[in-house]
């Protein structure tokens, strides 16, 4: 994590020791909890190795709306920010480590060193682009498209996500997308 702030936000280099203490490393198994839909959420984190999934309840239906691995920031941007209940809940679909910065801490550092800022607009408006390709994706494209352009454009979700969660991410039941995936084959 450190080699990534120091990479992204270049004076962190010159005050990392000032900095990392601000910072919570932390180790977690496979499917933990990191935030439930409804509560509020308070902290950042950094996915060092591991994978970890933001996933919404519809009334019983599990709905899975983005993975994030190795060197992606995760959190529950809007609850965080504005302090109101998560929509989504984050939970590691693996072994995870991760590193922690809690909202106070973060607003301190964006604070003190704005280039923060500037790479943190980076990360969400990035998001904010893979969004809108998922959802037009799920309102142009049948089934079968959204598993050939998953196959092409995400193969990394495929190989480290269980099926279940990867047929709720593109909008299908699991049978659907087994049959799929072996009609491409």
């Known amino acids: 994590m450190d080699a990534y702030f120091k990479t992204q936000i270049p004076v962190f280099n010159q005050h990392w020791a000032e900095i ?4 919570t490393a932390m180790t977690v198994p496979e499917k933990t909890t990191l935030l439930r839909e409804g509560d509020i959420a308070h902290n950042i984190y950094f996915v060092d190795a591991g ?10 239906r599990d709905i899975t709306v983005q993975f994030f691995f190795e060197n ?3 959190a ?16 590691t679909l693996a072994p995870t480590q991760l590193t922690k910065l809690s909202y106070p801490h973060f607003n301190q550092l964006v604070e003190k060193y704005p280039a923060l800022q500037q790479t943190m607009t980076h990360q969400i408006s990035a998001r904010f682009m ?8 799920r309102i142009q494209n049948n089934p079968e498209q959204r598993v050939i352009d998953l196959m092409a454009n ?7 996500v269980p099926h279940h969660y990867i047929a709720s991410y593109l909008g ?5 997308f ?3 995936q072996k009609r491409l084959r």
């Not at 990392?20 to 910072?23: E, I, K, N, V």
């Not at 299908?172 to 659907?176: A, E, I, N, R």
Request: glycine share 2%; charged share 15%.
């Open 20 to 23: 990392a203490p601000l910072f």
């Open 51 to 60: 994978a970890v999934r933001l996933w919404h309840n519809d009334d019983g």
């Open 72 to 74: 992606q920031i995760v």
């Open 76 to 91: 529950s941007f809007q609850s965080l920010t504005e302090q109101t209940p998560s929509q989504f809940s984050l939970e």
């Open 130 to 137: 893979t969004y809108m390709t998922y959802f037009l994706s």
């Open 154 to 160: 995400e193969p990394e979700i495929l190989a480290r």
């Open 172 to 176: 299908m039941t699991p049978v659907s």
């Open 178 to 180: 087994s049959r799929i």
